[in-house]
C-alpha cells in the first residue's frame, strides 16, 4: 500500500510501526503538521422564561366512608348481616357464629361483622376497598350490598382471589336445623 501522506498512516494502522534508520530520514523530511480544523458553532439565542405561579385548586375527593363494625379483619373475612334493630348482630346469633367461626379455626378478631341495615347505600366496591376481603359471606338477602352481581343461594362463587357465598340469614337458620346442615357444609368449604 502507497501512503502519500505519512500522518495518515497512524488512522489506516492501529498497531506501532518502527522505520529502519535508513526510512527515517524519508518521513521525517516529509511530514507536515495536522490540519487544524476550525469549527464555527452557530450562536444560540435564549429568551428568558417567565414563570408564572398558578393558583393551587382545591381537590375534591369523596370522602370514605367510615364503618362502624365488629372484629379486626385480621385475615380479610367480611361478613355482612341485616339487623335493622342491633347496632351488629343479635347476641343469639353471634354466639351461634361465634361457634361456626372456631370450627374453623376463626377467632372474632379474624373477621369483620358488618351490620348493612347501617349502610343500606353503601356498595360492594366501597367495602371491596375498604375492607380488601379475601373472602365474603352474605348472611340473607337483605344483607347484599348495592352493586353486588347476582349470586345464587348457597352457591360459593370465586372472583379472582375472592369468594363469595350468598346463604341463609339467622333467622331462617335458626328454625330449620335443614339450613343449618346445608350452611355448615358451604362454611367448611369456605
Given at each position: 500500500?502507497?501512503?502519500?501522506n505519512?500522518?495518515a498512516l497512524?488512522?489506516?494502522?492501529?498497531?506501532?510501526?518502527?522505520?529502519?534508520?535508513t526510512?527515517?530520514a524519508f518521513y521525517e523530511?516529509?511530514?507536515?503538521p495536522?490540519?487544524i480544523i476550525e469549527?464555527?458553532e452557530?450562536e444560540?439565542?435564549t429568551q428568558?422564561i417567565?414563570?408564572?405561579?398558578q393558583e393551587?385548586k382545591?381537590e375534591?375527593k369523596?370522602?370514605?366512608?367510615a364503618f362502624?363494625?365488629?372484629?379486626k379483619?385480621?385475615?380479610n373475612f367480611?361478613?355482612?348481616v341485616?339487623?335493622?334493630?342491633?347496632?351488629f348482630?343479635a347476641?343469639?346469633?353471634l354466639?351461634?357464629?361465634?361457634?361456626i367461626?372456631?370450627?374453623?379455626e376463626?377467632?372474632l378478631?379474624?373477621v369483620?361483622?358488618?351490620?348493612?341495615?347501617k349502610y343500606?347505600t353503601?356498595t360492594?366496591a366501597?367495602l371491596?376497598?375498604?375492607?380488601?376481603p379475601?373472602?365474603?359471606l352474605?348472611?340473607?338477602?337483605?344483607?347484599?350490598?348495592q352493586g353486588?352481581?347476582?349470586?345464587?343461594?348457597?352457591t360459593?362463587k370465586t372472583s379472582g382471589?375472592r369468594?363469595a357465598?350468598?346463604?341463609?340469614?339467622?333467622?331462617?337458620?335458626m328454625?330449620?336445623?335443614?339450613?343449618?346442615?346445608?350452611?355448615w357444609e358451604?362454611?367448611k368449604?369456605?
Amino acid at each position: 500500500m502507497k501512503v502519500e501522506n505519512p500522518v495518515a498512516l497512524r488512522f489506516i494502522l492501529q498497531d506501532e510501526l518502527y522505520l529502519l534508520n535508513t526510512d527515517k530520514a524519508f518521513y521525517e523530511e516529509r511530514e507536515t503538521p495536522p490540519p487544524i480544523i476550525e469549527r464555527s458553532e452557530p450562536e444560540i439565542k435564549t429568551q428568558p422564561i417567565e414563570i408564572v405561579p398558578q393558583e393551587a385548586k382545591p381537590e375534591t375527593k369523596t370522602p370514605e366512608p367510615a364503618f362502624n363494625y365488629l372484629g379486626k379483619n385480621l385475615k380479610n373475612f367480611l361478613i355482612l348481616v341485616h339487623y335493622p334493630h342491633q347496632e351488629f348482630i343479635a347476641d343469639a346469633h353471634l354466639a351461634a357464629l361465634q361457634n361456626i367461626l372456631k370450627r374453623k379455626e376463626f377467632e372474632l378478631d379474624d373477621v369483620v361483622i358488618l351490620n348493612m341495615a347501617k349502610y343500606s347505600t353503601t356498595t360492594i366496591a366501597q367495602l371491596a376497598a375498604f375492607f380488601k376481603p379475601v373472602k365474603l359471606l352474605l348472611l340473607g338477602q337483605a344483607a347484599i350490598p348495592q352493586g353486588m352481581t347476582a349470586l345464587a343461594l348457597n352457591t360459593p362463587k370465586t372472583s379472582g382471589s375472592r369468594t363469595a357465598l350468598y346463604s341463609f340469614s339467622f333467622d331462617e337458620m335458626m328454625d330449620s336445623v335443614d339450613n343449618k346442615k346445608i350452611f355448615w357444609e358451604l362454611m367448611k368449604a369456605l
